[in-house]
């Protein structure tokens, strides 16, 4: 008798793993779409620790999901390879660098202002991460659409995703929507019309198996089981509850403190569409209606989030550090401490969803796999995320090359765009000498005319 396949919390060994997920809270620089193209790079092209079919099946279902996709996309690689704990380390260190920088940037931010070197740096930055979503857009759709004379659906799927976001600004839940229906449709009537999730080798290449790949089977804990999804929501409902409580026992209903736990557990419940769907709710509700900080405080924040490691959702602590250092809400003798336990509060209502969501629901995600009622609409969601991604790589150049409206091209940004872009593809840089690089040449760009003038 053959013997049953080894567990796939034994083919990736768990201090391996460990030491990825840390290093990935400290290189995912590029919001969601460079963080999504770094686990690509790393774990589907380079350790193939993961297919890129259960790659993007996984993130289909992360992006139906409210709240930072690319960080419950790790939440789930890291599910799938090692259970709970997995999941849990795999999604906490994927933000925990981003947070300690954060507090430590928010607090240099309130207490020196902008600084000409800091903003010389930001500067080369923002094109490298424009270059890196680019790459990340290459790359997954190379990988996820066939030739479009053989099958076109795919790439209208992407196309109409992007004409929609970036030409008439729609909702993303509609698109997304559009993708389930027209993928539920596929199912019935054409279910070849998609294709497959990653194209046939071409000949005479031949990739190494990965090991989680097509045909693995899941493992005993990605099973579905109804007492473990009781258990997962009942858990969640639970760490919710008790630091909502404490608050409320603590410092009341109406304190600056409770107010934000609760303005950012429906912010992580009710805005689909990922980091950038949410950053104008946030940035809506918090500088109109709670006047926690100003408009221009809330386009720094921006700016940091953009720039630094880890989920652009991240801003939230920002805002939630802002609004405590300005309404002293452990007094005026305790600004940094009253700031740094906002955005800890902040952090924890925002990602405990996440969290929450993976495990309660990947156990049924696995399940659909090889099922065409579920699978073709999971895959039609996917042909849409090209789309997303183009759509938010060419937000995210406009706004690096054209920082103003009417303002002339920034030639500069758009070199160092086009120099990041070529190291990428073409040199195969890493992403941190990438970033170290471009960040240095900003900081010469922006503060080397001033200093060759004092001389």
Partial sequence: MSQPPPALAQQVPRRQAFWFWLRLGFISFGGPAGQIAIMQRELVDERRWISQQRFMHALSYCMLLPGPEAQQLATYLGWLMHRTLGGVVAGVLFILPSLVLLLVLSGLYMLYGQHPLAAGLLYGLK????????????????????PVHRRPLPWLLALGAFVTLSVFDGPFPAVVLLALALGWAA????????GHDEPPPRAGVLAPAALIDDHSPSPAHAQPQRRRLLWVLAAGLLLWALPMLLLVGLWGWDATLTQMAAFFTRAALLTFGGAYAVL???????????????????MDGLALGETTPGPLIMVVAFVAFVGAW?????????????????????????????FVFILAGGPWVEASRGRPVYALPLRAVTCAV?????????????????????????VLALGLALLALWLLAVRRWGVLPMLALLALLGAVGVNGPAFLAGL
Avoid: K
Avoid at 187 to 192: C, D, G, I, K, V
Avoid at 340 to 348: I, R
Avoid at 386 to 410: H, R
């Fill in 127 to 146: 094109p490298a991460v424009a270059a890196l979503v680019l790459h990340a857009l290459y790359r997954l759709g190379r990988r996820c659409l066939e």
């Fill in 326 to 354: 300005g309404q002293q809400i452990l007094g005026p003798d305790a600004l940094l401490a009253g700031a740094v336990l906002a955005a800890c509060v902040a952090t924890w209502f925002t990602f405990l969803p996440s």
């Fill in 187 to 194: 199912s019935r009537w054409a279910p070849n019309a998609l």
């Fill in 280 to 298: 104008p709710y946030v940035e809506q509700a918090a500088v109109e209606h709670h006047q926690w900080l100003t408009t221009a405080q809330m």
């Fill in 386 to 410: 090209i789309g997303v991604i183009a759509s938010l790589g060419w937000t995210f150049l406009q706004a690096v090359i054209w920082p103003a409206p009417q303002a002339p091209a920034d």
